[in-house]
T-cell receptor, first 113, second 118 residues
């Protein structure tokens, strides 16, 4: 069985500050990992994905995430937060046949002026 | 617009009534998923289809819930005898199957959801 935990249901940062959203996963097989973003009243959009290629993955809007097998982590970072980054962020895991996507509970990011 | 389309966007109903949601996936996608999302939570898996076959159902999906994808294109999710606990956002997502390497697939494309208020 696969599972995802996201530490911190709500993270607040100042505009221009580093963004760090944490994701840890549990999987009995090599995982494929995703970060999705959900803006208010919109559907989930893919930010980035890890599919066993490079461990450092770059996504849209300046976000990146690093897969660390030893720590079973896939934390999301952005060097400098922008007001438009305020949204809900979800980490998700699946296996190599892509049948069962499991989502974490989400982290709400607030960006303060 | 060639994205995933869901209708209606918002449904208000009385307890005990039946409701049906429709999802039109991206046309070339053979996999279709239904998720439920409540406030402050991540999407919870309900069921998924590969073409017209329903391959997996969550234990969350009580016998009041039924989903179909009759021709392998659009899908419907029906909830019979709705209860207050059914109030949630129902999300549909589509993708291609992993006959090709996962790096070319694996991404779920979501619709904007159908919000149910009971």
């Amino acid at each position: 069985a696969q599972s995802v935990t996201q530490l911190g249901s709500h993270v607040s940062v100042s505009e221009g500050a580093l963004v760090l959203l944490r994701c840890n996963y549990s999987s009995s097989v090599p995982p494929y990992l995703f970060w999705y973003v959900q803006y208010p009243n919109q559907g989930l959009q893919l930010l980035l994905k890890y599919t066993s290629a490079a461990t450092l993955v770059k996504g849209i809007n300046g976000f990146e995430a690093e897969f660390k097998k030893s720590e079973t982590s896939f934390h999301l970072t952005k060097p400098s937060a922008h007001m438009s980054d305020a949204a809900e962020y979800f980490c998700a895991v699946t296996n190599n046949d892509g049948q069962n996507f499991v989502f974490g509970p989400g982290t709400r990011l607030s960006v303060l002026p | 617009d060639t994205g995933v389309s869901q209708n209606p966007r918002h449904k208000i109903t009385k307890r005990g009534q039946n409701v049906t949601f429709r999802c039109d996936p991206i046309s070339e996608h053979n996999r279709l998923y239904w998720y439920r999302q409540t406030l402050g939570q991540g999407p919870e898996f309900l069921t998924y289809f590969q073409n017209e076959a329903q391959l997996e159902k969550s234990r969350l999906l009580s016998d009041r819930f039924s989903a179909e994808r009759p021709k392998g294109s659009f899908s419907t999710l029906e909830i019979q005898r709705t209860e207050q606990g059914d109030s949630a956002m129902y999300l549909c997502a589509s993708t291609t199957s992993s006959d090709t390497p996962i790096s070319n697939t694996g991404e779920l494309f979501f619709g904007e959801g159908s919000r149910l208020t009971v």
